[in-house]
């Protein structure tokens, strides 16, 4: 039995207990504190902490939504170890309904592990990193492609050569999402961050979607229930697809022309080199160009909107295909 008791800031769950409440964490202009969403989830036997978030970039929602339905589905009677869930990570982008943080312009997601005397996104990504992600042993920090569709996937933003890559990869593999980018991410990124000390970190990109999307939900709720059971924090066994595709870089797919996209292939699409990605057309219809895959490739984004001008992306491809 754990007899620790799990702590974030003044919440605190006692093993066998869920907790959930507010962590203030900022001010906004009226000195109104600004609150972050916040559940606990103490198992009543001892096993690894797991910290989930959501909304590190403010318009990315699916997340919230994985976590809502874990919060539902796990008892803490039945659970060994114990979970760190913050719901809305960039709680100033969030009410802004956009990516980046209206207050200093960052991304959040290029500010870990942040910084005490920096600008809002860095001070806010130093306090959860140090007073939660840092009480970690997995961490999945759930996001999207923003509103621009893109295939369900998971991604290891750890260097190859580095320590923690095996384990994230691990972790990656695990989740059972089916397609892994496996490539070092920017600076500044938790799933870079937090490898760096000693914490196996994944990025799903559960789709992408203005508000909320059904499957790309569904299996985020799964991939962290694959995780759940493979550490043994849950009872059963994972549900982790016999083949997964990797890939280690993407090709933008860009317009020389402006004007219309009908895309002659979709998303998740196997392209061999060559084959017809989409016509960009006048707005009469009429053929302009025709855009090919350049390489054998996997059909990972495409555009929200059907227009483009000359030298906008009409696609992203996932390239160097291998399979786990
Ligand atoms: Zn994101």
Avoid at 112 to 121: A, K, N
Avoid at 194 to 220: F, N, Q, V, Y
Avoid at 248 to 268: K, T, V
Wanted: with cysteine; net charge neutral; hydrophobic share 40%.
């Amino acid at each position: 039995m754990s007899q620790n008791v799990l702590r974030v800031e003044h919440l605190s769950a006692a093993p066998g207990t869920a907790v959930q409440g507010y962590w203030e964490i900022a001010e906004m202009q009226d000195g109104t504190p600004a609150r972050l969403p916040v559940a606990l989830l103490n198992g009543k036997e001892d096993g690894p902490l797991l910290y989930l978030q959501a909304v590190s970039d403010g318009d990315e929602l699916n997340g919230i939504a994985v976590i809502r339905q874990i919060l539902r589905r796990v008892e803490p009677a039945r659970l060994r170890g114990g979970i760190i869930a913050v719901l809305i990570v960039n709680t100033h982008a969030f009410h802004h309904r956009q990516a980046f943080s209206p207050v200093d312009g960052k991304k959040m997601n290029r500010c870990f592990p942040g910084h005490p005397d920096g600008t809002s996104s860095e001070r806010i990504a130093h306090q959860i990193f140090h007073k939660a992600v840092l009480q970690a042993d997995l961490c999945i920090d759930l996001h999207q492609g923003g509103v621009r569709p893109m295939i369900d996937e998971v991604r290891v933003r750890v260097d190859r050569r580095k320590r923690y890559h095996r384990d994230s990869f691990e972790l990656a593999r695990v989740f059972g999402i089916g397609y892994i980018l496996d490539s070092e991410g920017p600076e500044g990124q938790l799933a870079r961050a937090a490898p760096e000390r000693g914490i196996p970190t994944i990025d799903p990109e559960l789709g992408g979607c203005h508000g909320w999307d059904a499957s790309s939900i569904g299996k985020g709720v799964t991939g962290v229930e694959n995780v759940l059971r493979h550490y043994n924090m849950l009872p059963g066994r994972p549900r982790i697809p016999e083949r997964q595709i990797v890939v280690d870089a993407f090709i933008p797919l860009l317009s020389n022309r402006g004007g219309f996209i009908e895309y002659q292939a979709d998303l998740y699409a196997h392209l061999q080199t060559e084959e017809v990605v989409a016509h960009i057309t006048d707005p009469f219809g009429n053929v302009l160009e025709t855009l090919r895959a350049p390489h054998e490739t996997i059909f990972w984004s495409k555009s929200l909107y059907p227009m483009v001008a000359a030298g906008e992306t009409v696609a992203t491809l996932g390239k160097n295909i291998r399979y786990i």
